[in-house]
């Protein structure tokens, strides 16, 4: 069972919401209980003794019995409560059944809602939507209820509840930012809430796959080592899941000796449970890793003994004959590799035995001889240095046919039968080459460093020297390609492939994040004399480095300095939003924005994050360049396929289509947006668009109706953006206004007037309000509204419109 299925059974018992049961009086001077209290006591009685099923059935028969009844939304809570109950009781017996009672529990709780909008357990039956929707998979329908719960409820346990399950949902609905918001909430709000433990948990799964290792890491370790902060005992099931997970992050980050630490600590405190063989498995993985290879098969050899899945169990005698191989136990490493290979579920790990299997056989000189006519003449009883040159002429002519893994395989013959005969150094030399060009560079670095502690006198010495860094570099044994690479710069100050060399050294010491050093290398290599390809490789990692360090402002200095020095740079494009990406980060938007603009009509602006394209139109409407803004919108539909990306990017081009007054191009854009989102949550700005389109057409009644359905649209989603709303109600106003219907307009103004409180858009309605009320011979109602525009925008240019139009008819008001 995994973490997330643990947690779910754990969360069906969390939040147990209180049904309030009435005691009745047995004073026998007590008014006589009606019918209708006394069925609903039956039911409620039911339900106390564990009988769910029977009172769900009980509660459905009350509410049909009296439908007008005044305890009808508590019957209907509590019905839906019955059935929640009832399904928690059957999940580990009947999981069907169980999840058939939750989606009747979801029906009755959504009548509730609807039939109760405001009623007293609204927040509660809220909750249960949201939570309900969310374990029946079906998150996007109870999102609505939870939010509505966080906005209105005042009662902190729903209140976590709400968040975390609306966490839960933005999760399943792949909406992480929204998810990790929900979560951070709860952490800062209910530190030691009943979900602070899962909901630090989970941010550290959201965060670890969204890249930010490090960050999950420190969560975690937070929560294992301290779990009195989160409201948990020491010994709770969670924490054992998440010390392990805290192992295998740090592992991922190659952190292995902070990851054996955890493991190791697991396995002490835990002498036994489901989980030990896990932790002994990445305990002798992580000392693996760490080179401990003694350390690795003592802990595989306890963990043998444990019962392990098949996955494990391969793995580990993959372990076993890679740490035997890497200590020269060649037999016992032969063993295990050939132990794997008759696995039928090893897997991966067969293919990758095989291949160690292979090296393991050539390390104990168990290989095949080659070509028939040297087979022949190697049967005959010959001198070793005779056999020795026969092998280097086979050697020679497998590498001539490009078949180099023969070649190889003569070669090392030649160094077996005759060491110092008269091919030894050439040998040597091309076997190293013949490796390299076969991708097994430990061995060919390891045979060019063994030719040049052999034949320093050599004139290849250097040049084996400058191969062996390029072969452990491409090993990605960078620690030591950084020791063979000093070792070549010291001993020899000029060789042919000098810049090379010091251009490889700088990108070990990027490789193994030690920054400073990878600077001040790449920065030797800006020295050289000439300008040359690897310069400019050169400011571009020097410029990388500086981004990973988060110093934007340096990186994007470097950048430049790259895109001057080095206009024909082969990746330009990119080093360009690279720059970009930098004064974005540092806040430098007009510089942001050239570089953003440069690539717009390039391939490489497919590389763009969406939401910097939506940027880089609200930079452009920013500075009132409207044309731009709308190019910009047009290259996201020619970029993007992703419909929440052109979903957007039609609301976007809307509303530049309306501020340059292209009014038909907008209501054939609307009209597109219609068609292909019909069911979009942004159907209000796309109606607003088409409505002042129209206006501007002349065509006003129908803009009327688009104004109309902009509002109804907005209102179903909960009117987030109040000043938006506000600009519909004041747009619609002036419409009404303008065709000489100012009781309907008032009502418009008066909204804004009243509801929202924005500098601009507020003491313009209150300015066409008192106009309209004077339209209608409302004179004391006009006072008033004068009078709080006065007082509420003193400043505003709309108070001073109002005074020069209205002072004279207000004064005789007073």
């Known amino acids: 069972m995994n973490i997330y299925q643990k947690l779910q059974i754990l969360i069906f018992l969390c939040i147990p919401l209180v049904l309030i049961f009435p005691a009745h009086s047995q004073n026998q001077d007590a008014p006589a209980v009606s019918q209708e209290q006394k069925d609903l006591d039956f039911a409620?009685?039911?339900?106390?003794?564990?009988?769910?099923?029977?009172?769900?059935?009980?509660?459905?028969?009350?509410?049909?019995?009296?439908?007008?009844?005044?305890?009808?939304?508590?019957?209907?809570?509590?019905?839906?409560?019955?059935?929640?109950?009832?399904?928690?009781?059957?999940?580990?017996?009947?999981?069907?059944?169980?999840?058939?009672?939750?989606?009747?529990?979801?029906?009755?709780?959504?009548?509730?809602?609807?039939?109760?909008?405001?009623?007293?357990?609204?927040?509660?039956?809220?909750?249960?939507?949201?939570?309900?929707?969310?374990?029946?998979?079906d998150a996007r329908s109870g999102l609505e209820s939870l939010l509505r719960v966080i906005k209105e409820s005042k009662d902190n346990t729903l209140l976590e509840a709400a968040l975390f399950y609306a966490g839960r949902s933005y999760e399943t609905e792949g909406k992480s930012a929204e998810a990790e918001q929900k979560y951070r909430q709860i952490r800062d709000t209910y530190p030691k809430g009943e979900f602070a433990a899962f909901s630090t948990y989970l941010l550290a799964e959201l965060l670890a796959k969204n890249g930010k290792t490090e960050n999950a890491v420190n969560l975690l370790n937070d929560l294992w080592k301290n779990p009195e902060k989160y409201g948990q005992q020491q010994g709770a099931a969670l924490l054992d899941e998440v010390q392990l997970r805290c192992a295998q992050l740090l592992y991922n980050l190659d952190r292995f000796s902070e990851a054996a630490q955890i493991y190791q600590n697991f396995v002490q405190t835990h002498p036994s449970g489901e989980n030990i063989a896990k932790a002994k498995y990445g305990a002798a993985w992580a000392e693996y890793r760490q080179g401990n290879d003694a350390k690795a098969l003592e802990i595989a050899g306890t963990l043998q003994k444990q019962s392990l899945p098949e996955d494990l169990a391969a793995g580990i005698v993959f372990l076993q004959g890679t740490c035997a191989y890497r200590q020269q136990l060649y037999d016992q490493a032969i063993r295990f590799f050939r132990e794997i290979i008759a696995d039928p579920n090893a897997g991966d790990y067969r293919d990758r035995s095989w291949y160690q299997l292979a090296w393991a056989y050539y390390l104990s000189n168990q290989y095949d001889l080659a070509i028939r006519e040297c087979q022949n003449l190697l049967r005959q009883t010959l001198p070793a240095s005779l056999s020795g040159n026969l092998h280097f002429l086979l050697g020679q002519t497998y590498a001539r046919l490009k078949q180099y893994e023969d070649a190889v395989n003569e070669l090392r013959i030649v160094r077996q039968l005759d060491p110092q005969g008269e091919y030894a150094e050439e040998s040597l030399y091309l076997m190293a080459d013949l490796l390299y060009r076969l991708e097994q560079f430990q061995e060919s670095g390891r045979m060019f460093e063994q030719f040049y502690?052999?034949?320093?006198?050599?004139?290849?010495?250097?040049?084996?020297?400058?191969?062996?860094?390029?072969?452990?570099?491409?090993?990605?044994?960078f620690p030591r390609a950084i020791q063979t690479a000093d070792l070549l710069l010291t001993t020899f100050s000029d060789f042919e492939n000098k810049e090379e060399t010091v251009y490889r050294k700088a990108l070990a010491l990027y490789q193994l994040k030690e920054y400073e050093k990878a600077l001040a290398a790449f920065d030797d290599l800006l020295r050289f004399p000439e300008k040359t390809s690897k310069k400019s490789e050169a400011l571009y990692w020097m410029a990388y480095i500086h981004e990973l360090k988060s110093d934007h402002k340096t990186a994007s200095s470097t950048y430049g300095r790259l895109l001057k020095e080095f206009p024909k740079f082969e990746n330009r494009n990119d080093v360009i939003l690279r720059k970009a990406l930098c004064d974005y980060h540092e806040k430098d938007f007009a510089a942001a924005f050239q570089g953003f603009i440069t690539l717009l009509d390039t391939e490489t602006a497919s590389k763009l994050p969406a939401e910097v394209l939506f940027w880089m139109v609200f930079f452009a409407e920013e500075q009132n360049n409207r044309e731009q803004a709308l190019r910009i919108t047009d290259r996201i539909f020619s970029l993007s396929d992703r419909p929440s990306v052109r979903e957007r990017a039609y609301v976007a081009k809307g509303n530049q289509l309306v501020s340059l007054k292209r009014w038909e191009d907008a209501i054939t854009n609307a009209d597109h947006f219609f068609t292909t989102f019909p069911e979009s949550k942004f159907k209000a700005e796309i109606f607003?668009?088409?409505?002042?389109?129209?206006?501007?057409?002349?065509?006003?009644?129908?803009?009327?109706?688009?104004?109309?359905?902009?509002?109804?649209?907005?209102?179903?989603?909960?009117?987030?953006?109040?000043?938006?709303?506000?600009?519909?109600?004041?747009?619609?106003?002036?419409?009404?206004?303008?065709?000489?219907?100012?009781?309907?307009?008032?009502?418009?103004?008066?909204?804004?007037?009243?509801?929202?409180?924005?500098?601009?858009?507020?003491?313009?309605?209150?300015?066409?309000?008192?106009?309209?009320?004077?339209?209608?011979?409302?004179?004391?109602?006009?006072?008033?509204?004068?009078?709080?525009l006065k007082q509420r925008y003193t400043d505003s240019t709309w108070n001073q419109k109002a005074k020069e139009e209205f002072s004279a008819i207000m004064d005789q008001e007073e």
């Open 453 to 477: 502690e052999t034949y320093r006198t050599s004139k290849r010495a250097k040049e084996a020297l400058s191969w062996a860094c390029n072969a452990f570099f491409a090993d990605k044994d």
């Open 44 to 137: 409620d009685g039911l339900y106390q003794r564990g009988m769910y099923e029977s009172a769900a059935q009980q509660y459905m028969e009350f509410i049909r019995r009296y439908p007008a009844g005044a305890n009808r939304g508590i019957a209907l809570f509590r019905q839906g409560e019955s059935l929640y109950q009832l399904s928690l009781s059957l999940n580990k017996t009947n999981p069907v059944q169980a999840k058939v009672q939750l989606l009747k529990a979801r029906i009755v709780f959504s009548d509730l809602i609807k039939a109760f909008p405001t009623g007293e357990r609204i927040h509660d039956a809220l909750l249960r939507h949201g939570e309900l929707s969310y374990k029946l998979d």
């Open 688 to 788: 607003w668009s088409k409505a002042k389109s129209l206006e501007g057409l002349g065509q006003k009644e129908k803009s009327l109706e688009c104004y109309d359905k902009s509002l109804a649209e907005y209102q179903k989603i909960g009117s987030p953006d109040a000043p938006f709303e506000a600009t519909l109600y004041v747009d619609r106003g002036r419409l009404l206004e303008s065709l000489n219907r100012p009781e309907e307009a008032l009502e418009s103004f008066l909204r804004v007037a009243i509801i929202y409180d924005h500098p601009e858009l507020t003491p313009e309605a209150m300015y066409r309000g008192i106009r309209c009320h004077l339209a209608v011979n409302e004179k004391n109602e006009a006072l008033i509204l004068y009078q709080e």
